[in-house]
């Protein structure tokens, strides 16, 4: 079993910055590939970006590619998620997720083992 916290969501200007963390327990963290997912009012939770065990891949869903960065520290089991130029659209519950293998893909959801309980981003405009 692992269990995930995020932290670090917020109110921000449209143009600002937030970073996000997601800190791991339980199983060995670097044995777990990770995810950032989100969810909008009346939507359905939609990747955001994914990165491999060792931290060496990365992946990142187009809406985001250029303003997020996803990366990891496994000797304080955490993820991040540092989101910089962010838009109204961006606003929604941001997920953190673990997967033991990406058997069905980084980007789907049925692919991870593991979910936090999310963190609230609200870009205004």
């Known amino acids: 079993q692992v269990q995930l916290v995020e932290s670090g969501g917020g109110l921000v200007q449209a143009g600002g910055s937030l970073r996000l963390s997601c800190a791991a327990s339980g199983r060995t963290f670097s044995n777990y590939r990770m995810g950032w997912f989100r969810q909008a009012l009346g939507k359905e939770r939609e990747f955001v970006a994914a990165i491999s065990r060792g931290g060496g891949s990365t992946y990142y869903a187009d809406s985001v590619k250029g303003r997020f960065t996803i990366s990891r520290d496994n000797a304080k089991n955490t993820v991040y998620l540092q989101m910089n130029s962010l838009k109204p659209e961006d606003s929604g519950v941001y997920y953190c997720?673990?997967?033991?293998?990406?058997?069905?893909?980084?980007?789907?959801?049925?692919?991870?083992?593991?979910w936090g309980q999310g963190t609230q981003v609200t870009v205004s405009s």
């Open positions: 997720a673990g997967a033991q293998s990406w058997s069905t893909g980084a980007p789907r959801r049925d692919a991870y083992d593991y």
